[in-house]
């Protein structure tokens, strides 16, 4: 199995795929954090485990299902399904100090495949976890359960039906994102759904999350993108969306967008697909503060014109960007993108409006350099753990009103917590017309035990999101990081309805227990 395999061991990406820091950042870090590169990387094939925990009637059950090539049981296989790609795990991968594996790595070939599958599981009571890219940065593979097993769904990697007249399209949720758009792009059509984990991740876990890419001010959230679905539970089947929109009760799409495998495993997606963009046009404006360049994307949000790019950088992320540029343009950096069959009206009527409101045209090239290297920054980080330093992010949202105040609570709670220096950098990177995302990235010198530590800065920012009336996660999902503080947003009353939902999907606990549900 491990030659299949798209997750890659320590890091974002493939060490061939490693990006250098900028020299002036790497100056910076030196300067500021004096930073010590850590000790080697604990390589894949040193890593050792336990036997895996399978009953034997389990083990022969699952080869009966899928076939012995597709159930893996060696140590590196279940080491590299095991966590996703938060720093922490990264991490724990680097220092090999590896939470409890899964018993084994599944890989079905279809629907029915994933039907017994799951029946296996819940007959042996055994916790399953759905796997797609492995890119989860909120604990969202990390089982609350004495023994599981890894449900990888890379087999179901295809494009099922395009409809060209409803423009719609049916995935598998196995199929990686770029693959998605190769072959949509044959079809003369695109999902405009690019975040920033879209080089590995898939399209089932875009649903399962709730995903929303970068170009979602033109193209919108994936959920809302998302207009049919199939998910397989230990109860059976449920398929939804057969009209574009309906009042025939409760719109059950929404009870398996964002549920992260805790209410069955997502198989297809019938989405919304559009023509692919005949022309694309990036440029940036300076603005004087991040008030000032908030309230300028408000205004574009709510009034229009609404590009499909739109992504604010406060004063010390444009201060580090401009740096890595070899620049210092100061203020704060507005990426503006437009995509369409034609975008020449909507770019001079957006830089009307940003003249109007107080913006410096800059021209192509910020926003050239943006989509040039959008990827970069999970590379970026590679590079800092490499240097000795400890970059981790965290997200939110509120509404427009509410927005300034969780700026500045989740900020002074992260200084609060971190040692000193720490740098905090954010970004607005959705615009909707009521509010908008908040993305922060912070960065420190490893120092002693920083998982522990970042974990307690995270838990202080999560409580002042809730306390500022943020939510607390706009795109990265709710995992077992955001779960208890999960429950605080919805109340016990919403805790009790989906613990009833899963009793009745799941009877047996055995979908991604401790995942989503507290």
């Not at 960065?443 to 998982?451: F, L, Q």
């Amino acid at each position: 199995m491990r030659e299949e395999r798209r997750a890659t061991w320590a890091r974002w990406g493939t060490p061939e795929q490693a990006k250098p820091l900028p020299e002036a950042v790497a100056g910076l870090l030196k300067q500021v954090f004096d930073v010590t590169p850590p000790g080697p990387v604990t390589v894949l094939d040193a890593v050792s485990a336990p036997a895996p925990a399978l009953a034997e009637m389990a083990l022969a059950a699952l080869v009966a299902v899928v076939g012995a090539e597709h159930v893996g049981t060696e140590a590196a296989e279940r080491a590299l399904h095991a966590s996703g790609k938060s720093t922490p795990d990264l991490f724990h991968q680097r220092t090999g100090e590896l939470p409890a594996l899964p018993a084994a790595v599944v890989a079905p070939a279809d629907h029915e495949q994933v039907l017994a599958v799951l029946a296996v599981c819940a007959e042996h009571r055994l916790a399953v976890v759905p796997f797609g890219g492995g890119t989860s940065v909120v604990g969202g593979l990390a089982p609350e359960a004495d023994g599981y097993l890894t449900l990888d769904l890379r087999r179901l990697d295809r494009l099922v039906a395009v409809d060209p007249v409803s423009r719609t399209a049916v995935l598998q949720a196995g199929l990686p994102a770029p693959r998605a758009d190769e072959l949509l792009a044959e079809h003369g059509f695109t999902l405009g759904h690019v975040p920033q984990s879209y080089e590995y991740a898939t399209i089932g876990g875009f649903a399962a999350t709730r995903s929303s890419g970068q170009a979602s001010a033109g193209y919108g959230r994936f959920d809302d993108m998302v207009v049919g679905l199939t998910v397989a539970t230990p109860r059976g089947t449920i398929s939804t969306g057969r009209a574009p929109a309906s009042s025939a009760g409760p719109d059950l799409r929404r009870l398996f967008l964002g549920s992260e495998g805790a209410f069955g495993v997502i198989i297809d997606v019938t989405v919304r697909v559009r023509p692919l963009a005949a022309q694309r046009h990036y440029e940036g404006w300076r603005f004087e503060s991040f008030t000032d360049g908030a309230a300028a994307a408000r205004r574009l949000a709510q009034d229009g014109p609404r590009p499909t790019v739109l992504r604010l950088s406060d004063e010390v992320e444009t201060m580090l960007g401009a740096a890595g540029r070899g620049r210092g343009d100061g203020g704060c950096l507005l990426v503006v993108g437009h995509e369409g069959a034609s975008v020449e009206h909507a770019v001079a009527q957006t830089a009307a409006v940003l003249r109007e409101c107080g913006g410096q045209e800059l021209g192509p090239e910020p926003g050239e350099q943006w989509a040039a290297h959008r990827f970069d920054a999970p590379y970026l980080r590679d590079a800092l753990l490499d240097a000795g330093a400890f970059a981790e992010t965290l997200e939110t949202a509120a509404f427009w009103s509410a927005l300034p105040g969780l700026y500045d609570a989740v900020r002074e709670a992260l200084f609060a917590a971190l040692p000193v220096p720490s740098m905090v950098l954010c970004h607005v990177s959705h615009v909707y017309e009521t509010g908008a995302s908040l993305y922060f990235t912070v960065v420190t010198a490893y120092g002693d035990e920083p998982v522990a530590r970042w974990q307690r800065a995270k838990a202080a920012a999560n409580d002042a999101i809730i306390a500022a009336g943020g939510t607390i996660s706009h795109h990265h999902g709710v995992g077992t990081e955001h779960r208890d503080w999960f429950a605080q947003e919805i109340g016990p009353l919403g805790v009790d309805v989906l613990r009833a939902v899963k009793r009745e999907l799941d009877p047996a606990g055995v979908l991604n227990p401790g995942i989503l549900v507290p």
